[in-house]
């Protein structure tokens, strides 16, 4: 009965298109993984977004942001909540200042600036999910992550907008603090770029992209499992250290490291996430006893 009111209360909300019930979160995310959601809402405002998250609050109802799902694994038990996708996606240009919904995608962000003859995205060319996405994780590759060029992100807590400086959102290698705060959620960002020659940003964002392709799978997966380490004050690959232990192709149910990138694990047919943990316990065993090394996971996991 509880349900059934919570489900007519969102659809009140934000529109009865708009909420799923049981949506197999396999379905979802780019590792094809993941039992079954028990609410999944696409909100299209962030009006409406502001209106949920209060309602949600009031009744002390668990609820969680899941973006496009490309850099999370969620649980074969599923999530006995609410999984909430942001649909707002304006783009705007202001001068250098380029600001994104967190619904918009990244990949939209960089062919707009590179439109505008801005550079300062490239890097972020071929990365997968949201713009939210991106900020809550300090996305980067290629020498490049979204606090270089993070001005100021916009984040919803305590049911208002407020204007966070990039300072104020503690970035670090492929963190920030809204991993850490379950109250704030990322609504948009304001990056600064630089004035630049559309074709050198364009060749550029291709060098990025044949490089990515050198090391693309064909499998689902989350791209990244492990963030790279840091030792003696150098930064050391993640999947350069898996390769040189010949982990390349192990296997655990259906779930495997990636043949072609040390650093992915891939989903081979029907993969669980229990098989995915217990894959990432045996490398983090293996590379702490050869190298006295602790690597940490650079995916969520639900």
Do not use: W
């Not at 304006?90 to 619904?103: H, K, L, P, S, T």
């Not at 990949?107 to 999910?129: D, N, Q």
């Not at 300072?167 to 809204?178: D, L, Q, V």
């Amino acid at each position: 009965m509880l349900d059934q009111v919570l489900k007519s209360y969102l659809e009140h909300i934000c529109g009865k298109a708009n909420v799923e019930e049981n949506v197999l979160m396999s379905t979802r995310t780019t590792f094809r993984i993941g039992g079954s959601a028990r609410f999944f809402v696409t909100v299209q405002s962030k009006e409406i977004l502001i209106k949920l998250v209060s309602a949600l609050n009031y009744i002390e109802y668990p609820y969680r942001i899941v973006g496009h799902g490309a850099n999370l694994l969620v649980s074969d038990n599923g999530y006995d909540g609410v999984l909430i996708k942001l649909n707002f996606r304006e783009i705007v240009e202001n001068g250098n200042f380029v600001y994104a919904d967190a619904g918009a995608t990244l990949g939209a962000v960089v062919k707009f600036a590179r439109s505008r003859g801005l550079s300062g995205l490239e890097f972020a060319a071929g990365i997968p999910g949201t713009v939210g996405g991106a900020v809550y994780m300090n996305a980067g590759a290629y020498g490049g992550q979204i606090s270089d060029i993070a001005a100021m992100v916009d984040v919803l807590q305590n049911g208002e907008i407020v204007s966070l400086d990039a300072r104020a959102c503690k970035f670090s290698y492929r963190t920030s603090r809204f991993q850490k705060s379950r109250n704030q959620i990322v609504m948009g960002v304001y990056f600064f770029l630089k004035s630049g020659d559309k074709c050198e940003i364009e060749k550029r964002e291709q060098e990025i992209l044949l490089k990515r392709r050198a090391t693309s799978v064909k499998e689902p997966n989350a791209g990244s499992i492990f963030r790279n380490p840091t030792v003696n004050g150098v930064v050391v690959s993640a999947g350069k250290l898996i390769d040189e232990l010949g982990l390349k192709g192990t296997r655990i149910g259906d779930a495997a490291i990636s043949r072609q990138h040390a650093g992915k694990i891939i989903n081979l047919r029907a993969a669980t996430a229990r098989d995915v943990r217990a894959l990432i316990t045996l490398v983090k065993t293996k590379v702490r006893v050869a190298y006295g090394i602790t690597l940490k996971t650079e995916i969520e996991f639900l």
